[in-house]
């Protein structure tokens, strides 16, 4: 019954017209929540809440394809959900793997290069198989990128970058002088890529949630009420036209 009611490719929303192309943010991340609230309002199960916002992650996945964004990053699942209920952890994981079964084909086709960032390690080896694979099946499109955050933690990213920087340090390869901003971002998951121009956080949270701690330093925020499997293309392009409209100084004075 899911696969009947998700199975739909979305409609090509024409709505992105409206946004202004010299202003487009290069890189928006968004933290997709609010999936479980969704399923209870309508007294549905979990798992209902996560297929919705499955779909939801497929539009604007194919809506950000058409306007052409360089860099689409979405926090899928932190290294704090593993406190769930173990179903519906599972659940979880096996939306991933049929993500990728259903969507890479199409994805590969429209030029859109998928990775997957975070502490992949600890994943089931059968799903570590299947990222790499994607990864590497994608890897040489020049179109879109989308980040798929798994198993990720802005503090466990840094944390890692430093220790990248202390092995070079232990091997005097470095000197703890020689480490600087630059030397951190280097050795994060997103070092080749822009920071995100802006964040979206839908169903009425108003927090980051350990989610690109480093690379959101300058990044403007959006928050709306919507719960994530209620946000649509059309709740994409009112945050990016409300992004176009704000003045960004990094910090410095207006010119």
């Known amino acids: 019954m899911w696969k009947k009611w998700f199975a739909k490719k979305p409609a090509k929303n024409k709505i992105y017209d409206t946004v202004e192309r010299d202003k487009m943010p290069q890189h928006i991340a968004i933290i997709m929540d609010g999936n479980g609230r969704w399923a209870k309002g309508k007294g549905l199960p979990r798992a209902f809440g996560h297929r919705a916002g499955v779909e939801s992650l497929r539009e604007i996945v194919y809506t950000a394809i058409d306007m052409n964004l360089k860099v689409l990053t979405v926090y899928a699942f932190s290294t704090e959900n593993w406190k769930r209920p173990e179903d519906e952890v599972n659940l979880l994981m096996r939306l ?11 994805m590969h086709r429209k030029n ?12 089931a080896s059968e799903l570590q198989e299947k990222f790499e694979k994607t990864q590497m099946h994608t890897g040489k499109n020049t179109g879109l990128v989308l980040n798929l955050a798994v198993n990720y933690g802005g503090r466990a990213e840094i944390v890692r970058s430093v220790q990248i920087i202390g092995e070079k340090i232990a091997r005097g390869e470095m000197l703890p002088q020689e480490i600087t901003e630059m030397s951190i971002h280097d050795n994060l998951y997103t070092a080749d890529l822009p920071d995100p121009d802006l964040l979206i956080r839908p169903s009425g949270d108003f927090r980051v949630s350990n989610f690109l701690l480093w690379q959101s330093a300058y990044t403007e925020y959006w928050f709306s009420d919507i719960l994530w499997p209620d946000f649509k293309p059309n709740h994409l392009i009112e945050a990016i036209i409300d992004y176009q409209k704000r003045e960004r100084r990094f910090g410095g004075l207006k010119k």
């Open 112 to 123: 859109v290069q998928i990775r997957f960032i975070g502490k992949l390690d600890e994943l």
């Open 96 to 106: 991933f793997s049929e993500y990728i079964d259903s969507e890479v084909e199409d």
